[in-house]
């Protein structure tokens, strides 16, 4: 089991539009807090489909909890544009 932390959306788009909260995706990449296995570890950046995982609230913070194998991949710096 792997428990991620979603990077916010862009509020901003690339012509310069601004996004509303309530009109932004969930992303598709975080960074993870802790894992139960030694192929990723915290600190890691991870990308993942869209609707992997489960929501959860941890002292007031949205994280996720999901599987190993529900990762796409761990990446060496968050890329700007969508996993």
Do not use: N, Q, W
């Not at 969930?26 to 929501?55: I, M, N, W």
């Amino acid at each position: 089991m792997v428990v991620v932390r979603r990077v916010e959306a862009d509020e901003v788009t690339a012509g310069g539009l601004v996004i509303p909260p309530a009109a932004r995706e969930k992303t598709s990449r975080g960074a993870v807090v802790a894992s139960a296995t030694f192929e990723v570890s915290a600190g890691d950046h991870v990308c993942f489909p869209k609707y992997a995982g489960h929501d959860i609230r941890v002292d007031g913070e949205d994280l996720l909890v999901m599987r190993l194998d529900d990762l796409l991949c761990v990446v060496d710096v968050l890329p700007e544009v969508a996993c």
